[in-house]
């Protein structure tokens, strides 16, 4: 079965760094886009930053200039750097990413298990 797995979170303080990494695993033939999401209290899931099986990215206004999505493709994982933290980043992030299944040759969007990350002092 065709999996994400996402690992990374946790507490820092204003201004520290973390680094997010996500992992699928299972039956891929490929994968197009991936993708991370952040969800705070209270708020609506949004898209923090993607990037194609190509290299290009595209990311929030918010976090441009601090986050860095990276993929590496031989190893089906993706990674968001996070630099320069605010306490509004707090959020559970998700990861998210467009699998072709080598069984069927057909694409699922598939969804991470949620990894949180607190900005506090």
């Known amino acids: 079965q065709v999996q994400l797995v996402e690992s990374g979170g946790g507490l820092v303080q204003p201004g520290g760094s973390l680094r997010l990494s996500c992992a699928a695993s299972?039956?891929?033939?490929?994968?197009?886009?991936m993708r991370w999401y952040r969800q705070a209290p209270g708020k609506q899931r949004e898209l923090v930053a993607r990037?194609?099986?190509?290299?290009?990215?595209i990311y929030a206004d918010s976090v441009k200039g601090r986050f860095t999505i990276s993929r590496d493709n031989a190893k089906n994982t993706v990674s968001l750097q996070m630099n320069s933290l605010k306490p509004e980043d707090t959020a559970v992030y998700y990861c998210?990413?467009?699998?072709?299944?080598?069984?069927?040759?057909?694409?699922?969007?598939?969804w991470g298990q949620g990894t949180l990350v607190t900005v506090s002092s």
């Open positions: 998210n990413a467009d699998v072709m299944q080598l069984a069927t040759y057909t694409f699922v969007e598939l």
């Open positions: 299972g039956g891929i033939r490929s994968i197009s886009a």
């Open positions: 990037i194609t099986s190509g290299g290009m990215t």
